[in-house]
């Protein structure tokens, strides 16, 4: 089948969720039989969103091949079985990078350069690039329509209907109609001018899937319809639901797969939704009650910093039946106020994380679930943290430190390599993507994954310090889990305990609610089991 294409695009306000109706669009594309691959666009000008705060854009998702993405391709990810890579996400800053290097080359033959031809064909090509193999290719044009700076993306993909044949490309608009309160009603009146506005672009919206808190009433759906010059079942409620995971079934019982298949003409089965329905009836009512994790970290203000990380939690609470309840606090706090608030929580989670803010806080609260034989699981840096609690608690090396911290540490457990010291720049010097890891027999991990090769992915310039091997394994520290080729301590574990293992790598990048990651799936079932301990000593 050749490559059909649906572009998907905002109106009206930006965070309606475009992103997740992109990916539960896949999801149920997917459940039809159908090889779909994803990609987001973004507007603005950096090359890519690594060195960007993630308070201003929530986490940096990694890839397979180490591109560090916008955090809404970990949705496409979660939601479907695309593999995607850097091809998979690029920004204006890419483009504009691509057509000067072009330029300068002298690929142009001294034409003048313009934003039509020469930036909207670039952006074409990168679509056209990243749909190979795939029946259909879902792109995401990132903000919303109407501003400035996405123009040459609309342009770009406003050609696609020519070059490529009506058939075979579909625009799906997602708009707003939000609920005015003082007048007791959902407005249409956004919706139409953000069409309008498509429209004038060149671009006529096939189908409208229209975000509000409440359902939309038949009326309104016509009304929509009329003066969006779209047919009436079109025209998608898409009301608030009462879980992310909940999305792709609503959307099809409005009949949103339906319609795009008609509309691209393609032959497709019925869509198998056991395993979503499987999903949600878990998260609904889940068999085991919950349990209490506690994610000392120090983004705490902004719940998208830690995005996959609190999906992948979700999806260990689906693989356990049980619902997992997580507690973001503040490293800080536990540095100046104590532990004290830990003793509530049946788990404790330490995240990756950038700096030395927070540090001591964290190791306090590693101390903690160590001696008090609560589940803990470090990631990242949460694992390096980890490590520097067993080198000054158990190994009695007091001034242990990452060196990223103490660059003069006497003890830095967790240092820079001698081939990374020479490389001082700071973009583009860290260890990204995914990595083989040899597990080690009977260890938490080998357990878990049930196999003793494994591939995870990176995001860190600091790695475990060999120098400190044989004294920290000597003191009880397990090392299960090793990149052979680089000798690279990539798991530690302390053994006799209920469930403690900190890694080196991001495993929430590969965790999906229809196949929570294995580590994720073993920590919310050492959190159950410590549950269910204390549940019975208070008897
Ligand atoms: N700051 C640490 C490093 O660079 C950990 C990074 C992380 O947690 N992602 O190695």
């Known amino acids: 089948m050749k490559t059909k294409f649906i572009f998907v695009t905002g109106g009206v306000v930006s965070s309606i969720g475009k992103g997740l109706a992109a990916a539960s669009l896949g999801a149920l594309l997917e459940a039809r039989g159908l090889r779909v691959t994803l990609q987001k666009l973004d507007p603005y000008i950096n090359v890519d969103p690594g060195t960007m705060s993630p308070f201003q854009h929530g986490e940096v998702f990694v890839t397979d091949d180490g591109a560090e993405t916008d955090l809404d391709l970990g949705h496409y990810e979660r939601y479907t079985n695309a593999r995607l890579s850097r091809k998979s996400n690029f920004t204006t800053g890419q483009v504009y990078f691509s057509v000067i290097e072009k330029e300068r080359r002298g690929d142009y033959l001294g034409g003048t350069v313009q934003v039509i031809p020469h930036i909207t064909d670039e952006i074409k090509s990168k679509i056209i690039d990243n749909a190979k193999g795939a029946d259909i290719a879902i792109v995401e ?152 994790i506690g994610i000392v970290g120090k983004y705490v203000n902004l719940a998208d910093s830690y995005k996959s990380l609190n999906e992948a939690l979700v999806h260990g609470g689906i693989a356990n039946d049980c619902r997992v309840t997580l507690f973001l606090i503040d490293a800080e706090k536990i540095e100046l106020e ?46 390096q943290m980890a490590v520097v609690e067993y080198a000054r608690n158990v190994c009695g090396l007091t001034d242990a430190c990452s060196s990223e911290f103490k660059p003069d540490s006497a003890h830095p457990v967790i240092h820079l390599m001698e081939e990374q010291k020479s490389v001082s720049r700071k973009g583009g010097t860290m260890r990204l993507g995914a990595y083989p890891c040899t597990l080690l027999k009977g260890s938490f ?90 549940v019975k000593s208070e008897v």
């Open 141 to 292: 044009v990132g903000g919303t329509v109407g501003d400035i700076e996405s123009l040459p993306f609309l342009e770009a993909i406003r050609q696609f209907r020519a070059d490529r044949g009506a058939g075979n490309v579909l625009y799906l608009h997602v708009t707003l109609v939000p609920y005015i309160k003082t007048a007791g009603e959902l407005k249409s009146k956004p919706t139409q001018h953000s069409v309008k506005e498509l429209q004038e672009i060149g671009i006529q919206p096939d189908i409208l899937l229209c975000r509000s808190e409440q359902e939309l009433p038949r009326e309104l759906r016509a009304k929509i319809a009329l003066f969006c010059n779209v047919a009436e079942k079109s025209v998608i409620p898409s009301a608030d639901a009462e879980h992310i995971y909940a999305v792709p079934l609503a959307l099809h019982r409005e009949g949103l797969d339906e319609e795009v298949v008609d509309k691209l003409n393609i032959w497709a089965k019925a869509p198998d939704l056991g395993p979503w329905q499987e999903v949600v009836a878990k998260l609904r009512n889940p068999a085991h009650g919950e349990v209490r």
């Open 338 to 383: 104590g532990v004290g608030p830990l003793e509530e929580f049946d788990a404790i989670l330490v995240p990756g994380g950038f700096g030395e803010r927070g540090s001591e806080g964290k190791i306090k609260a590693i101390e903690f679930a160590r001696t008090r034989n609560i589940p803990f699981f470090g990631i990242c840096l949460g694992m």
């Open 445 to 534: 991990a080998q357990k878990a994954y049930g196999s003793l090769d494994i591939s995870e992915r990176h995001r860190h310039r600091y790695e475990f310090n060999n120098g400190y091997r044989d004294l920290l394994t000597g003191k009880g520290l397990l090392l299960s889990g090793i990149n052979r080729e680089g000798d690279l301590v990539e798991i530690v574990e302390v053994p006799g305990h209920p469930w403690f293992l900190g890694c080196q790598f991001h495993p929430e990048f590969k965790s999906k609610p229809l196949n929570p990651h294995p580590l994720f799936r073993a920590f919310v079932a050492a959190a159950l089991e410590n549950k269910g301990k204390s």
